[in-house]
């Protein structure tokens, strides 16, 4: 901490966890904690907003790096960094850069650290000779741990060093496994834990499931030397990840219940609400609300409601921003901020612009929906899928072994049956009347058994893209349907209580948009749960679909919903970072999936995140799918 007025250089170990604030105020300036907490936010607009402050404040952290046995070498070097919401400009960067370069060992490399966009593009016109820099996402690729779920497991280790040697391996996956892949594919049966040896993204669908699952799950680099090494492979283990820990622990141990069949962790009983299978029609999107899904899925219902928010608004919109935060009654004025409203605006102008602003740039692709009675008119149109099914019921009750025959068997009977001429004929005028002259469809699936406590279905039932003219929709509708009976979505269901009559799969048949940049967000930082500022977002110049099924690295950013700040996180596979017009448009997104987030919210606490997937053409955002996001704890 820099006192201009002294001329004086502090150095505070963060040990024991003093904060700059508190120095500050405590030992600086003589207040009380109460007297600080009361004045908390005019003082931090003193201290990271005014051009004209005493105080500089910034974090110095050594580098160093890890061996693929666990093992430091040698100091690297320091960074030096500010918080992500101070608003220092170039001269005032520069001027705290050298000072404390002044003061430290001239052995040892200091580099700046922007700690958002605003500051790189301040020390991207300062020589690289005059201060060095280094940028988060240069350091996050460095990164040789990443905890993405903490937990403990015990169970075998199994390690594969490519998709190829997972696919030919004669022993399947067992539950109490631990799998180590440089990327895991999304289809593996639920394990015991998950080590990925390539860095990823906590939103694929694979690690969204690993939440769901509740088993430790985390990025390490080297990790497979450190096996070989140590023999591992193959042999049972502890394996923990730890969300403050500098590395996992991977330890050899001996197998309990050795001889025996380990017993299974004991799983809760997944709730999902009853199909609605009454007669309904074929619906557009824009008719449904969220108490819809049992008719046409939670996916279909969410959409529905999205469109009904985007026309008439919300009176839920500034929940999130109304709670309290202790020590601030509320966190309104940093809205009205960001919306460039005086820190005093009242709610009804809060509310007015924020509607302004969500309709402004938002949007929800047309389309049309097929309700679960659709789908059971086509089932019972067939005595041989009847027969079927209760073959896989019966099989599913009785625990024998002929599961995953049976599921291939009933995919390909929903396939190879034909639809009923009444049934084309409806779905036909349906796409005639709501989406006449969309040239390509996206066709995808809304069950009532996904986005549910304990129970997300990430990635587990199929949406067709490219989809063109109303026969090749028809296939789609007829593939989205047998997604629901994959032996992999069947096992998982039953392991998870839920029965397989309980389920069912309604079509959303919508416009397929086009986009420059795509992806998924979270209204919360994943790999920081106390984090209540920051917005999430995984983004892709190709497909949504590359960022959640993990065949690609995304970029990923975090931007700051309370402060209106930026930061990219990763890289992933880019060669360069996005422009800054797109990165306004993805705070833009980040402040409205915030809004979204409060509309959604179960209770008046407001903290529920939520998981959307979003399409960006221009400046014009479409919204493409809202669902919780059930985060590990």
């Known amino acids: 901490m820099l006192d201009r007025t002294e001329s004086v250089l502090h150095f505070i170990d963060s040990a024991d966890g003093t904060l700059h604030v508190r120095y500050i105020g405590c030992e600086i300036l003589g207040m009380s904690i109460d007297e600080l907490a009361g004045r908390l936010d005019s003082f931090n607009d003193d201290v990271y907003r005014n051009p004209d402050r005493r105080f500089y404040l910034g974090t110095l952290a050594l580098h160093t790096r890890q061996d693929p046995e666990g093992g430091q070498q040698a100091p690297g070097f320091l960074s030096l960094e500010t918080v992500d919401v101070d608003t220092m400009s170039q001269d005032m960067l520069r001027f705290f850069y050298h000072c404390v370069r002044d003061h430290i060992d001239s052995s040892v490399p200091l580099f700046l650290k922007p700690a958002n966009h605003l500051q790189e593009g301040y020390v991207a016109d300062i020589p690289v000779s005059e201060i060095p820099r280094i ?26 060093r490519s998709e190829e040697e997972y696919r030919a391996a004669v022993e399947p996956l067992e539950w109490h496994d631990i799998i180590v892949m440089p990327r895991v594919p999304e289809d593996i049966p639920r394990v015991s834990g998950i080590i990925h040896t390539e860095h990823t993204t906590p939103l694929s669908h694979i690690n969204v499931m690993a939440a ?115 020590p601030r ?23 007015a612009a924020v509607a302004h602003l969500v309709k402004e740039h938002t949007q929800v692709p047309r389309g049309i929906v097929l309700p679960f009675s659709l789908q059971q008119r086509f089932l019972d149109s067939s005595p041989e899928l009847r027969e079927a099914l209760d073959r896989l019921n019966s099989a599913l009750e009785s625990g024998t072994s002929q599961t995953e025959r049976l599921c291939a068997e009933l995919q390909r009977l929903i396939r190879d049956t034909p639809l009923p001429q009444e049934i084309r004929a409806e779905i036909g005028r349906a796409i005639d009347r709501h989406l006449y002259g969309v040239p390509v469809h996206v066709v995808r699936s809304s069950s009532n058994a996904e986005d ?21 929709v028809l296939d789609a509708v007829k593939e989205v349907w047998a997604s629901l009976l994959s032996a992999r979505a069947v096992l998982l269901r039953h392991q998870a209580g839920i029965p397989l009559d309980h389920c069912r799969m309604g079509v959303i048949v919508q416009e397929q948009v086009g986009a420059t940049t795509g992806g998924v967000l979270v209204t919360c930082n994943p790999l920081s749960p106390q984090d209540f500022r920051d917005v999430y977002l995984n983004v892709s110049q190709r497909s ?28 992933g596979s880019a060669a360069a970072d996005l422009p800054a017009a797109t990165r306004e448009v993805l705070r833009r997104l980040a402040l409205i999936s915030r809004l979204l987030q409060s509309h959604f919210s179960p209770d008046d606490g407001f903290t529920a995140p939520v998981d959307i997937e979003w399409a960006v053409e221009g400046d014009r955002i479409s919204l493409l799918q809202l669902r919780p996001f059930r985060t590990a704890g």
């Open 329 to 351: 009654d509320n966190l309104l004025r940093y809205l009205a901020r960001q919306l460039d409203l005086p820190e005093t605006a009242a709610d009804t102008e809060l509310t």
């Open 212 to 326: 769901g699952w509740r088993i430790p799950n985390s990025v390490r680099i080297g990790v497979i030397d450190r096996i070989d090494g140590a023999g591992l492979d193959g042999r049972w283990v502890d394996y923990g990840v730890d969300t403050d820990a500098a590395d996992l622990v991977l330890e050899a141990a001996e197998r309990r219940h050795d001889g025996e069949e380990p017993p299974r962790p004991a799983a809760e009983r997944v709730t999902v609400d009853l199909p609605d299978l009454t007669p309904t029609p074929i619906a557009p999107l824009s008719d449904l609300r969220a108490g819809d899904h049992v008719r046409f899925g939670t996916k279909a219902a969410n959409l529905g409601e999205l469109h009904d928010l985007l026309q008439h608004g919300s009176p839920r919109w500034l929940g999130y921003y109304r709670v309290p935060r202790p």
């Open 135 to 160: 940028l988060a996402h240069e350091l996050y690729s460095t990164a040789s741990f990443v905890p993405l779920n903490p937990g403990r497991a015990h169970g075998r280790l199994r390690v594969f």
């Open 452 to 472: 549910l406590p304990g129970f997300s279905a990430a990635g587990l039932y199929e949406s067709v893209a490219h989809v063109t003219g109303t026969d090749a």
């Open 544 to 571: 949504v679909t590359e960022v959640v099924t993990g065949e690609g690295a995304p970029l990923q950013y975090l931007c700051n919903t309370m402060e209106g700040t930026s930061r990219t996180v990763s890289l």
